[in-house]
Antibody, heavy 118, light 109 residues
Framework: QVQLQQWGAGLLKPSETLSLTCAVY????????WSWIRQHPGKGLEWIGY???????YYNPSLKSRVTISVDTSKNQFSLKLSSVTAADTAVYYC????????????WGQGTLVTVSS | QSALTQPPSASGSPGQSVTISCTGT?????????VSWYQQHPGKAPKLMIY???KRPSGVPDRFSGSKSGNTASLTVSGLQAEDEADYYC?????????FGGGTKLTVL
C-alpha cells in the first residue's frame, strides 16, 4: 500500500525558511505530480505547487517568489522550501500525489503543523 | 478569500440527501472537467471522494455523486449517515495551477 510520510521543523521564527520533506513508500515515484498543499488554522485548503517526477515545477503565483519544490528520485522523496516566512505562513502543510497534474489528489501525507512565531 | 465559492454550512437528517455547490469561473470549474471533492474529518488529512466531476475512487460509497453545470459544480450526498459529518472541499484545475473552495461544514442532524 502506497504511503506518504512527511517531516520537517514545526516551529520557525519570522524570516526563516520552512523546509519539509515527503517520502513515498510502497509505490512508484515515476509518472506522478508531487504536490504541496497547506491549510491555515480553521481555514480552507491552499495549493502551493507541484513537481513532476522528472523535475518540472508549477507554483501558486501568490507564493512563487518564495517557494521551491525539489525532487530526489534516488530516495523517492520530494521537498518544499518556503523562504522568508511570517506568521501568515502558519498552517498545516500536506504533501500529496496528483495523478495527472489536474489537481486530483488520491493520496495525502499525514500533515505537518508549522508555526511561525517570534 | 478562496478562488472557488462554497456555502459555509449544510445540513440534513440521517437518510436525507444534501447538495453542496462550488462556484468558480470559466477559467477553472467551467473550463475543465477536473473538479474534485474532498472530505476532511477533524484533525485528519483530506480524502478524495469525487474526481473528474463525477467519478468515484475505489472504496467511496455510491451515496456520493458529483455533477457540473457551467461554472458550478455540485456534490450530492444521498442517504446521509452520521459518519458523513465532515468538512467538504471542492477543487479545480485552473490552467497549470490548482484552486480550492473555502469548504462546507456538513452537519448530520
Amino acid at each position: 500500500q502506497v504511503q506518504l510520510q512527511q517531516w520537517g521543523a514545526g516551529l520557525l521564527k519570522p524570516s526563516e525558511t520552512l523546509s519539509l520533506t515527503c517520502a513515498v513508500y510502497g509505490g512508484s515515484f515515476s509518472g506522478y505530480y508531487w504536490s504541496w498543499i497547506r491549510q491555515h488554522p480553521g481555514k480552507g485548503l491552499e495549493w502551493i505547487g507541484y513537481i513532476y517526477y522528472s523535475g518540472s515545477t508549477y507554483y501558486n503565483p501568490s507564493l512563487k517568489s518564495r517557494v521551491t519544490i525539489s525532487v530526489d528520485t534516488s530516495k523517492n522523496q520530494f521537498s518544499l522550501k518556503l523562504s522568508s516566512v511570517t506568521a501568515a505562513d502558519t498552517a498545516v502543510y500536506y504533501c500529496a500525489r496528483d495523478e495527472d497534474g489536474y489537481n486530483t489528489f488520491f493520496l495525502w501525507g499525514q500533515g505537518t503543523l508549522v508555526t511561525v512565531s517570534s | 478569500q478562496s478562488a472557488l465559492t462554497q456555502p459555509p454550512s449544510a445540513s440534513g437528517s440521517p437518510g436525507q440527501s444534501v447538495t453542496i455547490s462550488c462556484t468558480g469561473t470559466s477559467s477553472d470549474v467551467g473550463g475543465y472537467n477536473s473538479v474534485s471533492w474532498y472530505q476532511q474529518h477533524p484533525g485528519k488529512a483530506p480524502k478524495l471522494m469525487i474526481y473528474e466531476v463525477s467519478k468515484r475512487p475505489s472504496g467511496v460509497p455510491d451515496r456520493f455523486s458529483g455533477s457540473k453545470s457551467g461554472n458550478t459544480a455540485s456534490l450530492t450526498v444521498s442517504g446521509l449517515q452520521a459518519e458523513d459529518e465532515a468538512d467538504y472541499y471542492c477543487s479545480s484545475y485552473a490552467g497549470n495551477k490548482g484552486v480550492f473552495g473555502g469548504g462546507t461544514k456538513l452537519t448530520v442532524l
